[in-house]
């Protein structure tokens, strides 16, 4: 199981399954609340299912596997349903319902978090992965305001460079385009700037002040 944990990676998106013992059930609400804000689908078990929905948590109920009904927990982790698991064993050995989601959760390298520490420590990796979207989101708009500064310095090569690299992550936005087709320009690389504009207008871009520069 070890050497099957080296190659696991956290979900990005998908169905988070929880069960935890009855020691940490008031720990858990905090978890699955965070879990849920981050967009993550959320399934349990009666009693972690029952201790969550009372404290407004939005979970949706599967079967346990003594409950002889299916489609129960065990047939969710084989299906790949779910894309992570968090579920604190209660220390009563490997035939239970928690020995078998583990051993299935091994063998197909789902992630299982079996601590209320490992699953907080999830968490918070799982948060700052949004976190880093959301930043990754404004990156060429970032690099393009660099980009200004660095040529209001007297520094166009490594404006270049950044009106460049907001380029590279967004194709289409005009205003970097613009800016280093006038940094080339100015640079006496006509051609260059001429072809940077052409991109954009290929690529998609239907902004008046690109097709003014290209009449230019």
């Known amino acids: 199981k070890a050497k099957l944990g080296a190659t696991l990676s956290l979900p990005k998106e998908g169905a988070i399954f929880l069960s935890v013992k009855d020691a ?12 849920a804000a981050l967009g993550y689908d959320l399934v349990s078990t009666e009693g972690t299912w029952r201790m969550l929905t009372r404290s407004g948590v939005k979970c949706r109920k599967v079967h346990k596997i003594a409950d ?3 489609p129960n927990v065990l047939d969710i982790v084989k299906n790949r349903e779910v894309r992570l698991i968090i579920n604190t064993p209660s220390g009563r050995g490997a035939r239970t319902d928690e020995g078998h989601i583990r051993g299935a959760a091994a063998v197909l390298n789902i992630p299982c978090i079996t601590t209320m520490k ?8 799982l948060e700052a992965y949004q976190r880093c979207l959301s930043i990754d989101a404004s990156y060429p708009y970032i690099q393009f305001r660099y980009g200004r500064l660095l040529a209001e310095s007297g520094r166009p090569d490594e404006a270049e460079t950044a009106y460049g690299r907001a380029l590279k992550l967004d194709p289409t936005f005009t205003d970097a385009a613009l800016a280093l087709s006038g940094l080339l320009s ?14 954009v207008v290929q690529r998609g871009s239907n902004d008046i002040g690109v097709a003014m520069a290209l009449v230019d």
């Open 24 to 35: 940490d059930k008031r720990l858990v609400i905090a978890t699955a609340q965070r879990l």
């Open 118 to 125: 490992g699953a907080e420590a999830l968490v918070k990796a």
């Open 68 to 70: 002889g009904a299916r």
């Open 186 to 199: 100015t640079g006496g690389r006509v051609d260059d700037a001429i072809a940077v504009l052409e991109s």
